[in-house]
């Protein structure tokens, strides 16, 4: 995984969990900027307004969070907003807490924590879940899907709102077509 950070000295930020335990951070970065690749290719950059970095355990806490997604063609996928995250760099993995959003331009996904690991492509939550794509909304708790929320299964307590129910034989037997291996594994 690769780091690109920006930093400008500004106020002094308020402690980490971990600064508050007796752990000082090797840096404090303000106004910063990681690329996370994998494989070469980039699969998302994160801006923070303060991280706070531990490298001995490759551990940097990111504060007002903002995540854009890509696929492997480099195209944006999705958006993601939280109040806070842990990157894990060398596992290519993090994890956001704090009025998390991801959304694109037809779906929109809200909950209270979600964690990414970018070898499998896949977000997930065990907390509770609002998803809605167009007019249709879904809620539940646990969640997994691709980072552009094309595949999303919510795991128990579905309930939802379905404005576009399949209404001839066609449609519905397109619904039962096997899966493609890009969708969400069971």
Same mark, same amino acid.
């Given at each position: 995984m690769s780091v690109l950070a920006f930093t400008a000295c500004e106020q002094t930020p308020k402690p980490t969990p971990q600064q508050a335990a007796g752990k000082m951070p090797d840096s404090i970065l303000e106004h910063a900027t990681i690329v996370m690749t994998s494989a070469g290719l980039k699969k998302a950059v994160m801006l923070a307004d303060t991280l706070y970095i531990f490298e001995k355990e490759d551990s940097s806490t990111a504060i007002a969070v903002k995540v854009d997604f890509y696929n492997d063609a480099g195209q944006f996928q999705s958006t993601?907003? #939280?109040? +806070?995250?842990? @990157? +894990?760099?060398?596992?290519?993995?993090?994890? @956001?807490?704090?009025? &998390? @959003? @991801? #959304?694109?331009?037809? !779906? +929109?996904?809200?909950?209270? !924590?979600?964690?990414?690991?970018?070898? +499998?492509?896949?977000? #997930?939550? !065990?907390?509770? &879940?609002?998803f809605q794509r167009r007019d249709d909304i879904l809620t539940g708790y646990g969640m997994e899907a691709d980072s552009r929320l094309e595949n999303v299964r919510i795991l128990r307590d579905v309930k939802g709102r379905i404005s576009d129910i399949p209404q001839s034989e066609e449609a519905i037997d397109s619904l039962d077509s096997p899966r493609k291996e890009s969708q969400v594994p069971e």
């Amino acid at each position: 995984m690769s780091v690109l950070a920006f930093t400008a000295c500004e106020q002094t930020p308020k402690p980490t969990p971990q600064q508050a335990a007796g752990k000082m951070p090797d840096s404090i970065l303000e106004h910063a900027t990681i690329v996370m690749t994998s494989a070469g290719l980039k699969k998302a950059v994160m801006l923070a307004d303060t991280l706070y970095i531990f490298e001995k355990e490759d551990s940097s806490t990111a504060i007002a969070v903002k995540v854009d997604f890509y696929n492997d063609a480099g195209q944006f996928q999705s958006t993601l907003t #939280a109040n +806070r995250g842990l @990157v +894990r760099q060398k596992r290519e993995t993090f994890t @956001v807490w704090g009025d &998390v @959003v @991801v #959304a694109n331009d037809t !779906s +929109r996904l809200e909950t209270q !924590s979600l964690d990414w690991d970018a070898k +499998r492509g896949l977000i #997930a939550t !065990s907390d509770f &879940v609002e998803f809605q794509r167009r007019d249709d909304i879904l809620t539940g708790y646990g969640m997994e899907a691709d980072s552009r929320l094309e595949n999303v299964r919510i795991l128990r307590d579905v309930k939802g709102r379905i404005s576009d129910i399949p209404q001839s034989e066609e449609a519905i037997d397109s619904l039962d077509s096997p899966r493609k291996e890009s969708q969400v594994p069971e």
